[in-house]
């Protein structure tokens, strides 16, 4: 049996891995360490962030970038506040997060892998963002203490946890009342074949994890939070999935090209209750969504 521990020592190598890779790709531009594809056009990966956001971030930050979305795109920051990054990685959303704050503010980092957490204070140091801290620990048990935060981002990593309710209850807890929460994650809709889903999580490692669209709902409920708005904008396909190595197994269920897998990238976005601080200005608006090559095989979206 998968035991909680046996998935974050899983993820815990995996993201050693990425960022030993980040470190080998920097000087190489055009390729990417991004963990939903291989190669430079993931479809999941490339185009989240602007050229003008990334431009003068050092390129390790840039290729270390595990994400499948732009959280720091939705989550509406202002200067001052203090915002927590969960599953921060190579530290992108984090320093992103720091220069929108200003100096003001304030932006964490919280990861569990030690490569990770050095590779992103270097590339704090090298950007010369000095309001951006990383924090060694995990998303299950926050060191930081109740009512510190203003804003929670995350960029496709709650999916990944073992235990999503503590993660949710550990968020509300470090929020301040009225804080926000805007997640990039992979969510779920519907059912699918069980061989296909499966061979999904050999597939891609972080869908065997995603959350069904209304149990994510429902835990965000649980955990205190209001104002709950999950908005898909890419959509998984059997084309991908034929494309990830599993075509055989697309015919023999007969799924077809068009026909959608139930798995999206989507925007997550809650508030907790209470207080002064600010709740997000405008609602999210509805999103084409897109369909495209998603993960490669055996890699992390």
Do not use: H
């Amino acid at each position: 049996m998968t035991t909680g521990q046996t998935i974050k020592e899983e993820v815990r190598k995996r993201y050693s891995s990425a960022a030993q890779r980040a470190k080998q790709k920097s000087a190489e531009a055009t390729e990417s360490a991004g963990c939903c594809g291989s190669g430079n056009e993931s479809a999941i990966t490339s185009s989240l962030y602007t050229t003008d956001e990334i431009r003068e971030l050092p390129q390790e930050a840039v290729v270390a970038s595990l994400g499948c979305g732009n959280p720091v795109a939705v989550a509406e920051l202002r200067e001052g506040e203090t915002v927590l990054d969960l599953g921060s990685g190579g530290g992108i959303d984090v320093l992103l997060s720091a220069r929108r704050v200003g100096p003001s503010g304030r932006a964490y980092g919280l990861d569990m892998t030690d490569e990770m957490l050095a590779l992103a204070r270097e590339n704090a140091r090298k950007a010369g963002v000095p309001n951006a801290i990383f924090l060694k620990g995990e998303m299950e048990a926050m060191p930081l203490p109740n009512d510190e935060v203003d804003v929670i981002i995350s960029n496709c990593v709650v999916n990944l946890s073992p235990d999503k309710d503590a993660v949710l209850r550990e968020a509300y807890r470090v929020l301040r009342p009225g804080g926000r929460l805007a997640i990039s994650d992979i969510v779920t809709r519907g059912s699918m074949p069980a061989a296909l889903k499966k061979s999904i999580e050999l597939w891609a490692g972080c869908i065997a994890g995603a959350l069904e669209e209304g149990d994510y709902r429902s835990k965000l409920q649980a955990a205190g939070f209001e104002g709950i708005e999950i908005e898909p904008f890419r959509e998984y396909t059997a084309d991908d999935a034929s494309g990830g190595g599993l075509g055989e197994l697309m015919r023999s269920i007969g799924k077809k090209g068009a026909e959608g897998l139930g798995i999206f990238s989507a925007v997550v976005r809650a508030r907790k209750p209470g207080g002064a601080t600010r709740a997000f200005d405008e609602p999210l608006q509805a999103v084409s969504v897109t369909k495209g090559a998603a993960c490669g095989p055996g890699e992390c979206c």
